[in-house]
């Protein structure tokens, strides 16, 4: 049976339960509107548990949507986690690995297909404004992956000379379309970064509203070196940072208020999430992964578990909370379901989270395992409440962290086997394996399929199913 009348069948089905299906003519396809932050922690959000600092736009999100607080990156760093949202596959799949650079000499490849391509096909304008990091050659920037608009940075914000003495990095420059319009970012321009990317998606909605559209927000903070406007400087007990995710949580709300103005509430589908964890070494210009451990650069579930909010008056259920393992490479399969998009022809590793979303009772997640890879090696594997951790070296946080914007207090550890149950140890602090034989077998013998598909440094395997990333030098 092909693959599309597998979608009708399932479109049907769906249907008649009375839940949004990609064949359902007489409904208009929602907008989608992705906010994505960089190194926020999960707890660095009002409903998660935030501290020193408010956001009240973002927990009106989660009173008149829900909250995800099983929600996982593919991998714990800013470039291989921003390939994963966009394509729907881990990033070990598709070559996109680490954080690239001005000398990155890769990109995303034009055969993989993004979000904005899924939605192309039925007609959706897209935009992107903010960081990119998926390849900073024209041939990988938006405007060639289906993006009608693209305003913001090609990779991180750090990626200049922001230190001084610093000549690890050329002039970071900002581009609009394809063309450089600042060839060298200042830390004047760094300022208004949050409220320029805020203006071009308010102004994009306002162009748009009559069509379905896709607009995602790439936000550079609170990645360091920290940076906002006047009008949120020194708002915040907790400091540089507070003042940051305020500004953030800003640009939410003006988001909400767009929607708002133009009737188009019911319509949009808005999802707010982080790229990876706290990158915990800068003290108090980072951010808080609350009770779990670790942060940005690990496996732990400090690096990989985000605070995710999404909102959809009407289809997801207010003031709902999921408790399921849901992922950003979900997000790629899900939109396609809603937006009546076909799936590309290659693999990918996301699943459709719709019934998660729609609060169905019962509705469980659809992955038997989710992998956690640092680089192209296996780490951890997780299914049900149970991870387990492989034999690996790991950056800890372990003495005093630095202060205003200077790094300090990591040093390198190592885990051997262990195990853990998230649902009574969120933590992982106690290592359960001697007492749990079957569920390490049963976990061991499930990370085979990983390193088959997708290949494992530990272990020397390649991955079957591994597409090459797009070479430059090509």
Known sequence: MNRSLLRLIAGLLLAADGFPSSVDAARRPPNVVIVFTDDQGYADVGCFGAEG?????????????????????????CGASRAALLTGCYPNRIGMLGA?????????????????ELVKQNGYQTAVFGKWHLGHREASLPLQHGFDEYFGLPYSNDMWPFHPTSKAFPDLPMIEGNEIVIPAVTPEDQTHLTTWYTEHAVDFINRNHDAPFLLYVAHSMPHVPLFCSEKFEGKSEQGAYGDVIMEIDWCVGEILAALDTHGI??????????????????????GSAGPLREGKGTTWEGGVREPCIMRWPG???AGAVCHELAATIDIFPTVARLSGGELPGHPIDGEDIWPLMAGVPGATTPHEAYYYYWGK?????????WKLH?????????GEPGRDGRP?????????????????DVGETTDVKDEYPDVVERLQSLAETART??????????????RAPMRFEE
């Open 100 to 116: 690239p650079s001005h000398a990155t000499q890769h990109g995303i490849h034009p055969d993989e297909m993004l979000l904005s």
């Open 390 to 398: 492989f034999p690996h070296a790991y950056r800890s946080l372990t």
């Open 265 to 286: 509430d019911d319509d949009t589908l808005m999802i707010f999430t982080s790229d990876n964890g706290p990158w915990l070494s800068y003290g108090n210009h980072a």
């Open 315 to 317: 289809h997801i259920p």
């Open 377 to 385: 090696h296996l780490q951890a594997i997780r299914s049900g409440d």
């Open 53 to 77: 600092f408010e956001t009240p736009n973002l927990d009106r999100m989660a009173a008149e949507g829900m909250r995800f607080t099983n929600f996982y990156v593919a991998q714990a760093v």
């Open 453 to 466: 598909e997708l290949g494992d440094s530990a272990t020397n395997q390649p991955g079957a199913g591994y």
């Open 408 to 424: 300090n207090g990591y040093s390198q550890q190592k885990t051997g086997l262990a195990l853990f149950n998230l649902a009574d």
